[in-house]
Each structure stands twice: as C-alpha cells, then as structure tokens.
C-alpha cells in the first residue's frame, strides 16, 4: 500500500479539524463541554503558538502543511490528545508510567514529559503511514520502556 493510500482524505481531515475548531470556539466563548471538548481544549490551550490557527475557520479547515514546515500542529494537537487518553486508560501502561518516572524521579514538566512521549507516538504514526501498516503498540510500548531506562 502506497503512502497517499494510507492517507485520510480531505473529508476525514476537515471533520476532524472541526472537532477541534468546535471545542476551542466553545471553550472560548465559556459555553458548556463535553468530556472530549474539554480534554481538546486543555490541549490547545497548552499551545498558545497554535491559537491564531483559530482565527478563521476556512483556513483552520483547509490549509495543508508540508514536512518543512515542521510538525503539522493539527497533528501535533491529536498526537497530545492521543497521549492523554492513554494516559487517563493506563493503555499502554508504559506510558503513565513513563510520565510519572519523568515527573517524579527526573523532576521534569508535565508538559515536556507529553511532548517526549509525542516523539515516540508521533514516530510510531509515521511508520505505520511508511509501511501501509497498523501501528506496531508494542513496538511503541518497547521505546517508552526504553526511555525509562534512561
């Protein structure tokens, strides 16, 4: 399977991107959430860089950005959203466990912990696109037990 095979379609990314767009505007305007509005807008909320991604729907929905752009920031917020539900699930188990290493033991930020797990999923996500597979968890489980080795 081809790369742009495995890729979501324009349809798939702008509804998902609305998501995101709702639960900002929403969390903005101080308007009621629902549990997942409320863990997105936690997450946009930590990226401050990202907000003025938020000034216009039409933008927000369609602009595409290209590897040199650096991390796509829609994929940026997903890949942290990702974490935090694995992290409130305990699935996989390294990944809470990896948090609270980082956290307690190597006093590092909440925040930084996210993004050096962020690095391990995002890597994950990328070769599952590569390869045309499903992400490999334990191969993901492996690389979070290896960060605590460290």
């Known amino acids: 399977m081809t790369e742009a095979a495995n890729q979501p379609s324009r349809e798939q990314l702008r509804a998902h991107r609305q998501i995101f767009w709702d639960a900002w505007q929403k ?16 997450v946009i909320a930590m990226h401050p860089e990202y907000h003025h991604f938020f000034d216009d729907m039409d933008t927000f929905l369609e602009r595409d950005f290209q ?8 994929l940026h917020l997903s890949l942290h959203l990702a974490i935090e539900e694995q992290l409130a699930t305990k699935h996989p188990p390294e990944a809470a466990k990896l948090m609270e290493h ?9 925040h930084e912990t996210l993004h050096i797990i962020l690095e391990v ?24 037990r290896v960060l605590m080795q460290q």
């Open 121 to 144: 999923l995002a890597e994950t996500v990328y070769q599952s696109q590569r390869t045309g597979q499903e992400p490999n968890p334990e191969a993901y489980a492996g690389q979070l």
């Open 67 to 74: 590897v040199d752009d650096g991390m796509n920031p829609y």
């Open 27 to 42: 969390a903005q305007a101080d308007l009621p959430l629902n549990a997942l509005e409320v863990r997105i807008a936690r």
């Open 102 to 110: 980082y956290m307690v033991n190597l006093k590092k930020e909440r």
